[in-house]
């Protein structure tokens, strides 16, 4: 698959999408660019706003496997993992997968469940794996986990660690829509119920093959050494208690070869470094003696204005 194929299925993807989301479109662009880095999004924001909504669009738009799994205090990693269970009649033990083995994975309010069930979640996230027993199993490819939590409530939540915000490759907030997106929703659900109705249009396979394709996007040493500046900035002792990892500079890398396929273009620029830099990297540090959710992202605002962008070569 050609750079300019992955901007065909991912018009074709956003038109799918848009037909339930309204107004939304840099944000189901995001969404994609994730998908299509191979990487895991975690939709943070007020409940009503369509989270859910957005995640079910995205599958409904895959003819590949979903499942929905809404954390509560009660869960248990099992319940998402799978278990073991005995067969009395053979005398041995099975395993019973979970909704994990998923193609595409819900993990709705993710933050009202206890850190041990949340921590169910990391291997496969990162190995696309699941060792219950001692047996390791596989997840069929492609996997992706979408995650929704309210960032304004508190009450019986649990917080996600560092570690687990590092496994997702971005965080995307969609936000209130204008008033007149909000007529045209209207409108639009008055008499039906877009989501129900959506069909597929593309395969897991395609999917896959887009992932490949954005592998190839070629990135030039310079926008490496521009990605690589910013990151380093963005540890700055004096200001930062966390910063982006090597896995952070890997996905900001990842997610700008298929933001720029998406676009039909063969070859990173240094505008989609800037684009991408915020959904990509803010979730990832933390300030001193500041909230991470309010002030990361000015804190990277400032850091796009001070480091050195990569300009071409006058002739």
Partial sequence: MAHEQVAALAKALQKNIGQVIIGKDREIELLLTALFSGGHVLLEDVPGTGKTTLAKALAKSLSCSFARVQFTPDLLPADITGMRVYNQQSGTFSFIKGPAFTHVL?????????????????ECMEERQITEGGVTYTLEAPFVVIATQNPIETQGTFPLPEAQLDRFLMRLSLGYPSAHEAVQLMQ????RQPLAELTAVAAG???????????????????MRYMAALCEAARNPDRVRLGPSPRALLALMRACQALAAIRGRGYVIPDDVKELAIPVLAHRVVLRGVSYQTSSEGFLTELLSRVDVPTEAAP
Avoid at 106 to 122: C, F, G, I, Y
Avoid at 209 to 219: F, N, P, Q
């Fill in 205 to 223: 396979s395609d999917v896959l093959a887009a992932v490949k394709a954005c592998m190839d996007v070629r990135v030039d040493e310079d926008v």
């Fill in 106 to 122: 819900l993990a709705d309010e993710v933050n009202r469940a206890t850190p041990r069930t949340q921590s169910a979640l990391l």
């Fill in 188 to 191: 639009r659900f008055i008499r």
